[in-house]
């Protein structure tokens, strides 16, 4: 059930908050940091720090998925690392780092190497991102993107707004030639 497509939660549109895990000094950090601050600024990113190589480390992920998930706001979390051999990334296909995804309260995407590596981690997690880089990208809009959005629904709301105001205009003024001047019907 850990892979089941009806247990895959949504991604916020505009995510509040951002945890990543990953290890603080790989290249995967500064990549998915980059991206993020070029498309989306003002969204908080918060960097869990874990170990994602060797045997000591799915332990470690696990620990540092639970953190990410009890952040104030966090409603999306990034788990993943740069690319290596299978060896490197055997971390996430322990059960231990899997159940945790499935068992995350936000969604969870997986970040794992270069397009070509794949991980129990990322048939449970609720979206594979082929890179970090690509998971950065697909959790932060573009802040362009969304300003031109906004303008569309302002000018849709303002539109809307006088549409109504004009038939409401109309119909008081049908209702206003209904009207009888009060003095003619007491005479």
């Known amino acids: 059930g850990l892979f089941d497509s009806q247990k895959k939660r949504p991604l916020p549109v505009v995510p509040k908050h951002i945890a990543i895990v990953t290890s603080p000094t790989g ?3 500064r990549d998915m940091l980059n991206v993020l601050g070029r498309r989306n600024k003002g969204v ?3 960097i869990v720090p874990t170990i994602v190589q060797g045997e000591a480390a799915a332990p470690k992920i696990v620990e540092a998925l ?7 706001d966090v409603d999306v979390i990034i788990v993943g690392r740069g690319g290596g051999s299978i060896e490197d990334m ?5 059960e231990r780092v899997a159940r945790a995804i499935a068992a995350s309260p936000v969604a969870v995407i997986s970040a794992f190497g270069h397009e070509i ?20 990208e697909l959790v932060a809009k573009n802040s362009g993107e969304i300003q031109v959005k906004l303008e569309n629904l ?3 709301l303002k539109n809307s707004i006088q549409k109504y105001l004009l038939n409401e205009n109309r119909r008081l003024q ?10 003619r019907t007491l005479l």
């Open 27 to 29: 290249a995967a950090i």
């Open 117 to 136: 590596d794949f991980t129990i981690a990322d048939f449970v997690a609720d979206l594979r991102a082929p890179t970090p880089s690509a998971a950065a």
């Open 90 to 94: 055997w971390c996430f296909n322990d």
């Open 66 to 72: 639970e953190k990410a998930s009890r952040l104030a």
């Open 174 to 183: 049908l209702l206003s030639t209904q009207l009888v001047d009060p003095r």
């Open 44 to 46: 908080p990113v918060t």
């Open 154 to 156: 302002l000018r849709l």
